[in-house]
């Protein structure tokens, strides 16, 4: 079935510094979805993307659909200690396929 | 927004035995729910779509006869992890769609098997 690759696997940021996710697929991607999952949480929707070449933000997250609907970005400016944990992208429109996931760790 | 909450929220029980993890929409009706498996760092597999009033859809490798699923309600679906082993030593989320474009995830249940 599809595949949905995430990188980097793991990243660790000074707290204030940028960062970025990146979803990739072989198929093309009817939608794609965004969540963060907290250390010991469970997953929380953050974004859906349907058009191809969408961006939208969510004040310092910045979400985007490539042009093909192949790849996402998630981009976080000035990362805070509450941004730590695991974000997933994730397609389908019920059921869902999750990415391998990113995680992030802020140095204060 | 919509919540879904799950029972227990952590589980020990000794190899062999059942457990019974409940997953309930608190504020919506539910015709379809759906369980995940998550590994420690791993990301979550689909195991299986539970169906009100009907049988569950389970995915490739899922054993149905080990993991039975009951959706005897629009508010209630629960999953049986029957003779329990370690490697079934999970966390079990399930979640809900209540409306287009957004789904909602339980709490999850944190499965240890001795």
């Known amino acids: 079935g599809q595949q949905v690759m995430q990188i980097p696997q793991y990243q660790h940021v000074q707290e204030g510094e940028d960062f970025t996710t990146y979803c990739n697929s072989s198929t093309t991607l009817s939608n794609i979805q965004w969540y963060k999952q907290r250390p010991g949480g469970h997953p929380v929707f953050l974004i859906q993307?349907?058009?191809?070449?969408e961006v939208k933000k969510q004040k310092r997250l910045t979400f985007q659909f490539g042009e093909a609907k192949k790849n996402s970005s998630l981009h976080i400016t000035a990362t805070q200690t509450t941004d730590v944990g695991t974000y997933f992208c994730?397609?389908?429109?019920?059921?869902?396929?999750f990415g391998t996931g990113t995680r992030l760790t802020i140095i204060p | 927004g919509a919540v879904v909450s799950q029972h227990p929220s952590r589980v020990i029980c000794k190899s062999g035995t059942s457990v019974k993890i409940e997953c309930r929409s608190l504020?919506?009706?539910?015709?379809?729910m759906f369980w995940y498996r998550q590994f420690p760092k791993q990301s979550l597999m689909l195991m299986a779509t539970s169906n009100e009033g009907s049988k569950a859809t389970y995915e490739q490798g899922v054993e149905k006869d080990k993991f039975l699923i009951n959706h005897a309600s629009l508010t209630l679906s629960t999953l049986t992890v029957t003779s329990a082993h370690p490697e079934d030593s999970s966390f079990y989320i399930c979640?809900?769609?209540?409306?287009?474009?957004?789904?909602?995830f339980g709490p999850g249940t944190r499965l240890t098997v001795l």
């Open positions: 979640s809900a769609r209540p409306w287009e474009d957004t789904q909602y």
């Open positions: 993307l349907v058009k191809s070449g």
């Open positions: 994730a397609f389908g429109n019920e059921k869902l396929t």
């Open positions: 504020d919506f009706q539910a015709t379809t």
